[in-house]
């Protein structure tokens, strides 16, 4: 049974830090392309950014690129989203999500496999 479980959300300041981690079980890790998305309360869910099986290549989307840091590390079977100089805008639930590629890259829709969500709130 496939799990991903994410944690580190929580309160923060406008301008502070904050650093998800989503734990994956129950799959070969390594194989899978990993994602964050979120969701703002009335909004669609969004791709935040996303990274290969090797951490090679990585995508942000534009509102976050500068700003947020995705990684893995493959020997832990967990995926990170390091989180800085975030703003009211930023304030949604991130999901982590894992895509079982076959051509070795980053992606960007068809994710098999999603976590329950982390709460992420930015006081401003």
């Known amino acids: 049974q496939v799990q991903l479980v994410e944690s580190g959300g929580g309160l923060v300041q406008a301008g502070g830090s904050l650093r998800l981690a989503c734990a994956a079980s129950?799959?070969?890790?390594?194989?899978?392309?990993m994602g964050w998305f979120r969701q703002a309360l009335g909004k669609e869910r969004e791709l935040v950014a996303t990274?290969?099986?090797?951490?090679?290549?990585?995508y942000y989307t534009s509102s976050v690129k500068g700003r947020f840091t995705i990684s893995r590390d493959n020997a832990k079977n967990t995926v990170y989203l390091q989180m800085n100089s975030v703003k009211a805008e930023d304030t949604a639930v991130y999901y982590c999500?894992?895509?079982?590629?076959?051509?070795?890259?980053?992606?960007?829709?068809?994710?098999?496999?999603w976590g329950q969500g982390t709460q992420v709130t930015v006081s401003s």
């Open positions: 999500a894992a895509d079982r590629t076959y051509h070795g890259g980053v992606a960007f829709q068809g994710y098999d496999y």
């Open positions: 990274i290969n099986w090797n951490g090679v290549s990585t």
């Open positions: 129950g799959l070969t890790f390594r194989t899978y392309a």
